[in-house]
């Protein structure tokens, strides 16, 4: 291809798009040939070359393909996404290899933009999957010896991982390889910059690369070589005990670590420039260590004493306390310690504070704030702690020993939390957090709703909100966070649902609600342990005591309108109506009766006669009338009342139903002692009389019947003066009627 010649315009050096393509490839012709900076946008000219032009396209290729060398020194200059498109001017591994070879010559001159190459490789890596190893193993050895650039480390970790991914075992024999082999080398030339190498490597790699980094950290040469160093280098000394926090990720390395270093830890502790280090080792092998209980107060002072250094240091202490704080006596300390918390505060309100950081800060102030009823919940707390190194339960034994106030605790709430306005705060930049500081954050809103002294302020402040926020971003009810679940039912049943659905309709509640209410394809209660069906059956209680409050809001009729046209929220209505326990029975009872006082939706349900399942709902309802529960008889009678007294011509409808006049005949003579079940079932029998005409018959047998317990009433001295008013009116009205 004949090259233009190099004339560029004054469109050029205005950096405007070009229009045609000749205008492109003279632009690509002065990067190529003139010396840096050109006097227009170059990033731009490469970028739309390559993308709007077929013919500068090809020429761009053309260019890159004859100088490589040359190519990546123009890309270089500019922004490390240009990396995609030099990559992409190759349309195979083969031609590739040129490029992969010069960025090969370019990591080891140790002078080069590695920011721009190692994307450059990174790119290649994920264009090109047929590679062979050979041709790309000199990364593992090249990017480890040059580990300690600050520019290698994060895309090395990058680069191993796409490498292992697809080489597995020979990268993992090359990578472990190159590790054992800088230990020779170091013990060799007797010097520590091998050594510091291989440590700072494991150190940052140890999460990702677990059992190969272990294999080389419990080498028997590794370890001759690195406990004689140490006393001989602090600055090893250093990277070393971070390098033991780091592989307390690997069980057995806990153990080991507990073995060989505990002595040097414990006397480390006390030393100023290791003593934060050695008490992060130390909390992670606790397990493992055997450590006596009266250490506990020197860790802690060591972590609240570095809370006030910036950086690395401030990080580690607030991993340390996110586990500390699981102990009583720890979470006591803090807890008294105001200028420790307000550290804590301003790192948790800085907008520049790390993700890491601000899960950690959040962690801390998760295990403070939970009562001690909720202690045992508190101790499982530790699984959730997964932005850390691996740690099972750190001192155990000392949080069943130790014991709390309640008080202290909630007056900690409503100082450091509440009147801090922390939830407000969570409210406000929920999208913001990570999904780790999510569910911490969710924990604490869960905190404060346990108490009767901080839910109103926690509500006030948008702790609903954030439950039902983070209930929505968890696509799949499977990840449901549980404490979500309890802060809307605990809201729901402890405040006005009208003065908190304020912002959103309450309709945004409902299918949470109704995931804590079983159905039929949900375990039996022999497949449950017993923890797992009293929680099953408080969460399903709270859940229609929850909804039950929220029909009696305005838009009840649309709550009636939902719930009803939803054949998973019926079932599971119809499921508890015949459930064994009885205040999941008697609480769906009493949501159908504040359904059906409010609306005709549900009532179709049970009331639609000529519907063949609206008649077997009503005729369920009539056994229900018969229940042992009295509160739950009494929630049935109100249903039938309410809707008699709602609809005149279902009253009618109604009254010539003889299981349900059955019903009432015998529980007016048998119970008729009980006066809110007596006042509902006479409110019944007024609205099927009055729905009659005085010449029809109700159910003709019957009338004596009904007529002799209440004459009884009207004698009885328990009854009140207005039921048995009410009663006489009956009576009478029962007595113009055909015999």
């Not at 990546?72 to 990396?83: E, G, H, I, N, Q």
């Not at 002078?111 to 990364?139: A, M, P």
């Not at 109700?698 to 009663?727: C, G, H, P, W, Y």
Request: glycine residues 2%; contains cysteine; aromatic residues 8%.
């Amino acid at each position: 291809m004949t090259e233009p010649k190099s004339n560029a315009n004054e469109s050029l050096k205005s950096g405007a798009i070009f229009v045609d393509s000749t205008s492109y490839n003279n632009a690509i012709n002065r990067l190529f040939e003139e010396t840096f900076p050109v006097d227009f946008d170059g990033e731009t000219v490469i970028r739309e070359a390559f993308q709007i032009h077929g013919s500068s396209q090809t020429y761009l290729k053309t260019k890159v393909h004859k100088n490589v060398s040359r190519s990546v020194d123009v890309f270089s200059r500019y922004d490390r996404s240009l990396a995609f498109v030099l990559v992409q001017c190759f349309d195979n591994e083969t031609d590739s290899l040129a490029l992969l070879r010069e960025l090969k010559g370019r990591i080891r001159k140790s002078e080069q933009n590695y920011l721009f190459t190692l994307s450059v490789v990174l790119q290649l890596l994920g264009r090109f999957n047929n590679y062979d190893f050979v041709d790309v193993k000199f990364l593992v050895r090249d990017l480890i010896v040059r580990y300690q650039n600050p520019d290698i480390g994060s895309m090395a970790l990058v680069i191993f991982a796409k490498l292992q991914e697809r080489y597995k075992q020979v990268f993992n024999t090359q990578f472990t390889g190159c590790l054992d082999a800088l230990v020779v080398e170091s013990e060799i030339s007797g010097t520590s910059d091998a050594i510091l190498t291989v440590v700072k490597v494991l150190t940052e790699l140890y999460a990702v690369f677990t059992t190969e980094c272990t294999r080389v950290f419990l080498g028997q040469d590794f370890q001759d070589l690195l406990k004689t160093r140490v006393t001989q280098d602090q600055n090893l000394a250093i990277v070393s005990f971070k390098l033991l926090a780091s592989a307390c990720i690997d069980e057995n390395v806990r153990s080991f670590i507990a073995e060989n270093y505990i002595d040097v830890l414990q006397e480390s502790v006390n030393v100023d420039r290791f003593s934060l280090l050695a008490t992060i080792v130390l909390i992670k092998i606790w397990n493992f260590a055997k450590l006596k209980t009266d250490i506990i107060p020197l860790l802690t002072n060591n972590l609240v004493t570095a809370l006030g250094r910036e950086g690395t240091d401030e990080g580690l202490a607030i991993e340390g306390l996110a586990y500390m704080t699981l102990m009583i006596n720890v979470k006591k300390r803090l807890r008294a310690d105001s200028l420790a918390c307000s550290k804590l505060l301003k790192l948790l309100k800085r907008k520049d504070t790390e993700s890491a950081a601000k899960y950690g800060v959040l962690a801390i102030f998760s295990n403070l704030s939970v009562l001690p009823s909720d202690e045992k919940e508190s101790q499982r707390a530790v699984q959730n702690l997964r932005a850390y190194s691996s740690l099972k339960d750190p001192a155990g034994q000392l949080m069943k020993s130790e014991t709390e106030d309640t008080e202290s605790v909630v007056l900690f709430n409503k100082r450091f939390i509440l009147k801090e306005q922390l939830v407000k705060l969570f409210d406000d930049h929920f999208k913001e957090l990570s999904l780790g500081s999510r569910a911490q954050a969710v924990r604490i809103v869960y905190n404060m709703i346990r108490s009767n002294q901080t839910i109103r302020e926690c509500t006030k402040q948008g702790g609903l909100w954030i439950a039902l926020k983070d209930l929505k971003a968890s696509h799949d009810s499977a990840h449901y966070n549980r404490y979500s679940l309890w802060i809307v039912t605990r809201c729901l049943t402890s405040d006005d649902p009208s003065v908190l659905f304020s912002r959103i309709s309450p309709l945004n509640a409902i299918p949470y609600l109704f995931f804590l209410i079983p159905n039929g394809e949900q375990a039996t209660p022999d497949q449950q342990s017993d923890t797992e069906q009293e929680f099953n059956v408080k969460a399903t209680y709270e859940a229609l005591i929850a909804l039950t409050n929220l029909a009696s809001l305005p838009e009840c009729d649309e709550i009636c309108r939902t719930i009803s046209s939803s054949p998973l929220y019926w079932s599971k209505i119809t499921n508890c109506m015949i459930d064994t326990n009885i205040r999941i029975q008697r609480s769906v009872l009493e949501l159908l009766a504040n359904l059906m006082a409010n609306s005709l939706h549900v009532a179709v349900k049970f009331f639609n006669f000529d519907n063949p399942a609206s008649v077997r709902n009503f005729n369920l309802l009539v056994k229900l009338l018969y229940l042992n529960d009295i509160k739950s008889q009494r929630a049935v009678a109100a249903i039938f009342a309410n809707i008699a007294t709602s609809v005149p011509f279902i009253a009618q409808d109604l009254s010539q139903k003889s299981n349900l006049i059955d019903a009432v005949c015998e529980l007016l003579e048998s119970q008729g002692d009980d006066a809110d079940l007596r006042t509902r079932l006479m409110t019944l029998l007024s609205a099927m009389l009055s729905a009659n005409s005085p010449q029809t018959l109700i159910v003709d047998e019957r009338n004596i019947r009904l007529s002799n317990a209440l004459q009884a009433f009207k004698n009885e001295e328990m009854v009140n003066s207005q039921d048995k008013t009410i009663a006489s009116d009956l009576v009478d009205q029962l007595n113009e009627r055909q015999v």
